[in-house]
């Protein structure tokens, strides 16, 4: 079983497999924005797959729960949204 959930105390989305941590998302927030700083997998987790996946249910969290734009400085973040265009409007709220 795994989820994605947000852990507002270290600024980061998690993504937790089998009650382990896997990888996790970190921003920064402003006033108006959420900007994605660094996304990472853990060690053997690599290459599954699992960064998109991250990255693809921390974005539909704030599009359904915030009215952030989003800021992806984070370079994978920043890839994952230039390939999926139904993704580009959270860089313009």
Known sequence: MS???????????ELVIDGEL???AAYE????????????IVGRQREHGLGGRLVREALDQVRNHTDY?????????????????????LLTR
């Open 3 to 13: 989820d994605v959930v947000q852990n507002q105390q270290l600024d980061r989305f």
């Open 22 to 24: 896997a990888g996790y």
């Open 29 to 40: 927030l402003t006033d108006t924005e959420m900007i994605f700083t660094h996304t990472e």
């Open 69 to 89: 734009r989003v800021v992806a400085q984070c370079p994978f973040v920043n890839r994952w949204i230039s390939e999926h265009p139904d993704y580009q409007d």
